[in-house]
Nanobody, 122 residues
């Protein structure tokens, strides 16, 4: 199973980016997709997650109203639309999957992508 996260880049504050997470060697069938991030000198933190059906999502308070998680199961791809970006959103963003329920805990996720850098300039 391989997850590939991409779509990061450099953007000015107030701008937007759309991250993608593609799975190969495995389908997302029945899996939760989540996004985490690690800012410099900080621990990896939960950002957002979505269930297989898409009927349940969860967001960190810091991104609520600005970020939207979604998925396209036919394409085996998850997405994170990030709007109104702030300098404090600067981090390496990782996608991850686990079966069953949404969790905000990193150790409960089975597969991880390699991360994509998001840099927001002020």
């Amino acid at each position: 199973v391989q997850l590939q996260a991409y779509g990061g880049g450099l953007v000015q504050a107030g701008g937007y980016l759309r991250l993608s997470c593609a799975a190969s060697g495995h389908t997302f069938s029945g899996s939760v997709i989540a996004w985490f991030r690690r800012a410099p000198r900080k621990e990896r933190e939960f950002v957002a997650a979505i269930t297989w059906s898409g009927d349940s999502t969860r967001y960190a308070d810091s991104v609520k109203g600005r970020f939207t998680i979604s998925r396209d199961n036919a394409k085996n791809t998850g997405y994170l639309q990030m709007n109104s970006l702030k300098p404090e959103d600067t981090a390496v963003y990782y996608c991850a999957t686990r079966s069953s329920l949404i969790s905000t805990l990193t150790h409960q996720y089975t597969y991880w992508g390699q991360g994509t850098q998001v840099t927001v300039s002020s």
